[in-house]
Every structure is written in structure tokens, then in C-alpha cells.
């Protein structure tokens, strides 16, 4: 039997193409530690997010190229990721271990904001990634009670806040600082200074992905978070009826004027699938969220129906994608945090762009 090379494996794995970043796996970098010992050939494809929706159809097509080489008796892959340093944008300091800061955002309160940062961050760690989840909804906190993390207040280590820990994720909230029944009376330079501590003055760690639950609306939060750190990208959350889409348009804009790319959108409350009968009711409106995209360009990242399920996690503390994973919401809220992992993965890997500033 002939030595198989490493050149030809290589060759071989060409043929597979990344469906987002549209260039081969090999060009792209994704090989490592290919070793090659009497026509057993193992290596290593390493993704840029461990939540990537095609790694088992990858891992089949490069067993299936490398096979139908000469001299090839067997074939292991493993499948891994590192997610990539996400770029920023101007001159705003990245915090340190933390690759990439995602906004979630909505034109107005009541659309499940909240429910859907949580339940994104959980599917998101559940795959493996390191997440955290910052709750700058400074007048209306509630990750922690939907995480069910309780009040306690967080340790001090080296003069910065611990993250309290909750199913796999990481997370700071102005709730587990001020009594849940004090009212936040906060003005603009206050809640600047709040999220200037929430990002510098907590120890995170290693990052991949830091969530950030955002007020409602398009005010002073979502302002300072785009002046101070970079953030790779923001997702905004919807309903599908019209006067839920009318201020999701002034979230664009918003996220527009500041320089920060739009991942895409989320349909939240999509529809609802009667227990008894399995008839589907669409309450609020059918298409809103995906005439929104169609209407300015962006990615729809998906749609969740509602369920009783959703509300009992965010009351008890154990989200739906924790307490009823094969759940409609769930297996919704999964596809969801894939699509967003897609779409930072894509952001971080396109050519660095200039930002030109009027002085």
C-alpha cells in the first residue's frame, strides 16, 4: 500500500465548502493536527462556533473525501471550535477574555426580550460555548429570577464582581445589587456609569459570547454600550404585529447610527399550538418579523411559538430550554442561538473595514 501524503488529505478536504464564510475548510484554516501512520489518517476540524448547525454534515463529507483516497484504511475526525476574537468597531476597548459582546434589543417592552437572551444564552453554553449574560435592563431586571440565581449579592475578588453562575452561564444584574423592591431612579450619566461598571469592573473570565439583555427602546443603556465596548452585533426581538414592528425599525436605525451591524431578528410569540387539538393560532399577526427583514435587508435568525412552558421556566427559574427541551419553544430557541453563532462567526471573519469619523 502507497503513503498516503499530506498534501493530497489536504487536496481531498478542499472539496468542502463552509456554507456562511463561502471558502473551503482547508483555506480557511479549520484543519489541525493531521498526522497520517500507515494509511489511518486522523485530524482535527475546528469550527468557529461550537453551536455550527452543519458539523455533523461536515464531519460525514470529510470522512466520506478522505476515504475514497488511495492507500486510506481508516479515517477519525473530531470535531471542535474556538470561536473567534470578534473585531469592534472605532476606537472602544474590548474587555479582556471576551471575544464577542451581542445586544439584544427591542423597539418596546413586552415582546419577551428577556426570556429570549436567557433561553439563547442556555442553548448557546449547552453547546459547549463559554457564555455570559450581562442584564442592562437597569429599571426592569429580571435575569436573574428567570435563571433562577436568587438575590444573593455577588463576591469581590481583586476589587471586581464575581459572575453569579446559573445552568452553564455566567451573569451580573443590577437586581442581585439593589433589594428586588427598591424602584432604579437612574438618569443618563448614572446608567452610563452602570454599564461602565458592569463591563470593566466584573470579572468575566473567557468569554465567547457575552449576552447583553437590553432596556427596551433606543436610549441612554444601548448608547453608552455602543461608546464604550465593541460589539460584534445586535439582535432585536419582535412580535409579529404591526406596532411591535413600527419601533423595531427605530432599533434599527439606532443600531445604524452607532455603527453596530444588526445580526438579524427574532420573531418571538410567533404563534401558539393548542395542546388538545394541535390546531396553530396565530394571535398576533402572521410574517411580521420576516417582512421586517425582507424590508431592510437583515437575517431572520427565526420565530418562537408561545407556550405555557415559556412562562413556568421564567416564574420557576429554569428556563423551557432547561425544563422541556424537546419543547416546540426549545428546539425554536436552539435554531435561534445557532443562527446568531452563525451570523458573529461571519461578522469576525469578514475583511476589516475602516470606520471613517467626522472630527
Sequence with gaps: MS?????????????????????????LGFIHNLEITDGNVAFTIMLTTPACPVKEQMEAQAIEVVSGLEGVSTVAVKMDAEVPQGRGIAN????????????????????????VAVNMAISLAKDGAKVGIMDADVYGPNVPMMLGSGYTQPDIRDGKLVPIEAHGVKMISMAVLVPPDKPMILRGPMLHGVVRQF????????????IVDMPPGTGDVQLSLAQLVPVQGAVLVT?????????????????????????GIIENMSYFIAPDTGTKYEI??????QKLCDEYGLNFLGEVPIGMEVREGGDTGVPVVVSFPESLQSLAFNKVAEEVARQISIEAMKPELVIMTRA
Design 92 to 115: 472602544n476597548i474590548a474587555i479582556a477574555g471576551v471575544k464577542n459582546i451581542i445586544a439584544v434589543s427591542s423597539g418596546k417592552g413586552g415582546v419577551g426580550k428577556s426570556t
Design 3 to 27: 503513503q498516503i501524503s499530506e498534501a493530497v488529505v489536504l487536496e481531498s478536504l478542499k472539496q468542502i465548502i463552509d456554507p456562511d464564510l463561502k471558502k473551503d475548510i482547508v483555506t
Design 239 to 263: 412580535t409579529p404585529q404591526e406596532v411591535s414592528l413600527s419601533d423595531v425599525r427605530r432599533a434599527v436605525k439606532m443600531f445604524e447610527q452607532v455603527n453596530v451591524p444588526v445580526l
Design 199 to 210: 463591563l470593566s469592573d466584573v470579572d468575566w473570565g473567557e468569554l465567547d459570547y457575552l
Design 284 to 289: 398576533f399577526g402572521r410574517g411580521g418579523g
